[in-house]
T-cell receptor
Framework: AQTVTQSQPEMSVQEAETVTLSCTYD???????LFWYKQPPSRQMILVIR??????QNATENRFSVNFQKAAKSFSLKISDSQLGDTAMYFC?????????FGKGTRLHILP | EPEVTQTPSHQVTQMGQEVILRCVPI?????FYWYRQILGQKVEFLVS????????KSEIFDDQFSVERPDGSNFTLKIRSTKLEDSAMYFC??????????????FGPGTRLTVL
């Protein structure tokens, strides 16, 4: 089965701290995209960062960066200098054929 | 920046009624998708659509569901006879290139469907 596992259902960190959300996935494909989506209370799905599996360099987007370990099928998200607006549900996902497969999410609370 | 739009933002309907959820994908995108998220659960794929036909559908996408691109801009999801368990957030997404493993799907803001 091709799945995404997010082992941390919920996390809380103090504002300005760094937090890492973990994700592992399972696929038999060699070329695919990996994503982290943010879902705030409004329930909109916002693309945070993406990684192309054939690129070894880890993607970064301002305060967001990933640690992509292809052999281990691991794709963690690091949020630096966390802000109150980062409070949301975070979904790890990857592409398979015509669809995106999502994990169950990690609920992140940034505390003032 | 171009974005996917969806209307309505919230739809309330009685069980057994038909609903149509509307989406306007990003204008140069060729691949379109619907996903569903039941409250508190993960996002699930429903269907993908390219060149005016369904490319792939999940087991959730049964005969009660249909999709259509009635004109050059809209992409709709119809549920023929809604059930209580259809209550969910429905997301439309689009991508520029082959959905496959090579492109990013951009999501709309979602339509919250409540079936009473």
């Amino acid at each position: 089965a091709q799945t995404v596992t997010q082992s941390q259902p919920e996390m809380s960190v103090q504002e300005a701290e760094t937090v890492t959300l973990s994700c592992t996935y399972d696929t038999s494909e060699n070329n695919y995209y990996l994503f982290w989506y943010k879902q705030p209370p409004s329930r909109q799905m916002i693309l945070v960062i993406r990684q192309e599996a054939y690129k070894q360099q880890n993607a970064t987007e301002n305060r967001f960066s990933v640690n992509f370990q292809k052999a281990a099928k691991s794709f963690s998200l690091k949020i630096s200098d966390s802000q109150l607006g980062d409070t949301a549900m975070y979904f790890c996902a990857f592409t398979r054929d015509d669809k995106i497969i999502f994990g169950k999410g990690t609920r992140l609370h940034i505390l003032p | 920046e171009p974005e996917v739009t969806q209307t309505p933002s919230h739809q309330v309907t009685q069980m057994g009624q038909e609903v149509i959820l509307r989406c306007v994908p990003i204008s140069n995108h060729l691949y379109f998708y619907w996903y569903r998220q039941i409250l508190g659960q993960k996002v699930e794929f429903l269907v993908s659509f390219y060149n005016n036909e369904i490319s792939e559908k999940s087991e959730i996408f049964d005969d009660q569901f249909s999709v259509e691109r009635p004109d050059g801009s809209n992409f709709t999801l119809k549920i023929r006879s809604t059930k209580l368990e259809d209550s969910a957030m429905y997301f439309c997404a689009s991508s520029e290139q082959a959905g496959g493993n090579t492109d990013t799907q951009y999501f709309g803001p979602g339509t919250r469907l409540t079936v009473l």
